[in-house]
């Protein structure tokens, strides 16, 4: 298989287009790379989920079976190329939702096959990172990503764009969950972590104070986080039926502060540890105004170069997949037809 594969590549290797595809949770999402420069990203979000207040995994596969074939489609009309030119198929094998992801991993193996053009598999998270490398500026090697989502928190060491170390994670709940817990708690509607950061841009966020969890150097925690916002949130409304109306705006700047707070200390110790100044971060929590504004912060206290992702390129998308299968694709690491998704972080 992968000297048939082989042969396909040195064909193609003066002008290559990659098709990636995007399913992990709920964005149905599609790009083209054309000799490493993105020609088309699109993106299909999923509003069934917002009267449910989170992602309903069934709707969300269901989503993606209607979505995927006209976002690709519009994909390869905005790169103005058939999909007979194109060299390879990237799709995102996981983490996310296993039925999500089934959709993503189907369609492309069965696009590949069709083609008879070889497949490359992507993790999700290292995708995030490899994001850096769609624009300039771009970071140099070595350099530490603070990886932040909705499921999960990471500090990683990129050593190149195959190799990554893992210095620190959540032991339970990620920054995004974080987020997004809050502001249901509070009554916002969903996605609130967004809301959260609109709101704390006006509020004063030593109002409240929220504790940290209590692990390891590097690692994090954030489900006493949550624990506390519940029993804040509960114990002021008994005395004060008004109090989250009155106090949004604070409660919010608090909120995120504690957070993000956390996030640039355990970070800035990495760098500490480490002694690297190239210093970036990735993920959906990236978008946050409060957590970009920290970093800037930091860096210019510490003397770090740092790096924070366009904001389409934060949350889910396909170019950053397309990004990470061209570095895999250099390489010729193509995948079988009986490659299957892995719904968490360690499978393989």
């Not at 949130?233 to 993000?260: G, H, K």
């Amino acid at each position: 298989m992968r000297k048939f594969f082989s042969k396909i590549v040195k064909v193609h290797q003066s002008e290559t287009y990659i098709l990636a595809i995007e399913s992990s949770c709920d964005e149905t999402a599609a790009a083209i790379l054309h000799n490493g420069n993105i020609l088309a990203n699109v993106v299909a979000g999923q509003s069934v989920h917002e009267k449910f207040g989170g992602v309903v995994p069934e709707l969300a596969s269901r989503a993606h079976q209607q979505n995927i074939v006209p976002v690709v489609d519009v994909a390869l009309k905005e790169a103005k190329i058939a999909k007979e030119q194109l060299t390879a198929v990237a799709f995102t094998r996981g983490p996310g939702l296993l039925g999500s992801l089934l959709v993503g991993v189907t369609f492309a193996k069965s696009l590949a096959l069709s083609l008879n053009i070889p497949l490359i598999e992507v993790n999700h998270m290292d995708a995030h990172v490899l994001a850096h490398f769609i624009d300039a500026p771009k970071p140099n090697f070595p350099f530490l990503c603070l990886t932040v989502s909705g499921g999960h928190t990471q500090i990683l060491q990129v050593n190149s764009p195959l190799s990554m170390e893992l210095l620190g994670q959540t032991q339970d709940d990620a920054a995004g969950e974080a987020f997004d817990k809050a502001a249901k708690i509070l009554g916002l509607p969903y996605p609130g972590g967004p809301l959260i950061d609109k709101y704390a841009k006006e509020g004063n966020p030593l109002r409240f104070k929220f504790p940290e969890g209590k692990v390891g150097a590097l690692d994090f925690s954030f489900s006493g986080f949550k624990t506390s916002v519940l029993y804040f949130v509960r114990d002021n409304v008994a005395a004060n039926p008004n109090f989250i109306d009155e106090n949004l705006a604070d409660i919010c700047a608090s909120i995120q502060y504690a957070i993000v707070s956390v996030l640039i200390k355990k970070l800035s110790l990495a760098a500490s540890q480490t002694g690297i100044k190239e210093i970036a971060i990735a993920g959906g929590v990236s978008a946050n105004s409060g957590l970009r504004t920290a970093l800037e912060k930091a860096g210019k206290q510490n003397g770090w170069n740092t790096y924070i992702p366009k904001f389409e390129y934060c949350t889910d998308n396909a170019a950053m997949i397309a990004m990470a299968g061209h570095f895999k694709y250099l390489e010729k690491q193509f995948v079988g037809q009986d490659t299957m998704p892995f719904s968490r972080l360690g499978q393989h």
